[in-house]
């Protein structure tokens, strides 16, 4: 059985924010799309039904009980989701922490491996596994800006007019620029801040205040030794510090945060095969991003 893998990286989330709308699920095979065809209502129970192929890559459209999901290839597969679908998270020390979860958890943008059986002339899910690190960048995309100008608004009463416009605007987000990007890097198995990297985070966050309607970012990652999902929770850990020092020693504020990641092993900056190399990649990125929607509003009079 051929399996088609996927692992995400910061470019692809931000192109996965440009997608265009999608109206219905389709499986797509050699550049024609066909929709799904079934009839009768889904089995509550799949057991017996005949297995269908594994399919890993990342959900690119939902709608109702139906996810796609679009492979490295650019292969698209139509799956149905039903009340017996087994929704989970993993993570943290030797996939210790296994979280089950509702249909409302498959979110565009997340990548999956899912088990399917086939019915009705179509795939349904079986089984569902994602990252929960996966899972917190989905939700980022999904609905981090628009949260965060909800529920401070009285920390911005003084930008009340510019709020506003923001407000009635991010609806339209498509696409963040990155204005810039500040690495900090950490000894191997830790995630505590060198007096460096505390000095280089306050920087960067100066320079962020600099900039209208700017946010942060910040993205976790290791080096390719130990076992992966270690190298998860540990990336984890290492955003999560980033995110208290910005905010209790750097003062950015909440708000203008988006939700923080750890993204392992992926997306390495360097040659994971030297030592030069792996120290490069033991880092966490702090991006300053302004949505192309809202640049140039000015944050304040």
């Known amino acids: 059985m051929k399996v088609l893998t996927l692992r995400p990286t910061l470019p692809l989330i931000f192109a996965l924010l440009s997608m265009p709308a999608w109206n219905g699920v389709a499986a797509q095979q050699g550049g024609a799309t066909s929709p799904i065809t079934v009839q009768g209502q889904m089995p509550v129970d799949l057991a017996g039904l005949e297995k269908g192929p594994e399919v890993k890559g990342i959900i690119s459209a939902r709608s109702g009980d139906r996810i796609q999901v679009t492979t490295t290839d650019g292969t698209i597969a139509a799956i149905l989701v039903s009340e017996a679908t087994d929704i989970r998270s993993t993570g943290g020390f030797l996939n210790a922490n296994r979280t089950v979860l509702g249909a409302d958890a ?45 529920e401070h608004d009285t920390a911005i009463a003084s930008n009340a007019a510019a709020t506003e416009a923001l407000r009635g605007r991010v609806g339209d987000i498509d696409q963040y620029n990155i204005k810039a990007t500040t690495n900090v890097f950490f000894d ?29 970012l910040v993205v976790g990652y290791t080096d390719a030794m130990g076992d992966e999902d270690y190298n998860q929770a540990l990336s984890e850990r290492r955003s999560g510090r980033v995110v208290n020092y910005l905010q209790q020693k750097c003062g950015w504020a909440p708000y203008r945060m988006l939700t923080p990641t750890g993204m392992a092993e992926a997306d390495p900056a360097a040659d994971n095969t030297t030592p030069e190399g792996r120290a490069q990649n033991r880092r966490v990125a702090v ?15």
């Open 188 to 216: 191997t198995g830790k995630w505590a801040l060198s007096p460096q990297a505390e000095a280089e985070l306050c920087a960067a966050a100066s320079q962020a205040m600099s900039m209208d309607n700017a946010l942060l």
């Open 106 to 150: 498959l979110l565009n943008g997340l990548p999956v491996t899912v088990q399917t059986v086939q019915w009705g002339g179509g795939l349904v899910a079986r089984q569902v596994r994602f990252k929960a690190g996966n899972l917190t960048t989905a939700t980022m995309i999904s609905t981090g800006t628009a949260q965060r100008f909800g």
């Open 287 to 301: 991006n300053i991003l302004v949505s192309k929607a809202v640049e140039g509003i000015k944050a304040g009079g």
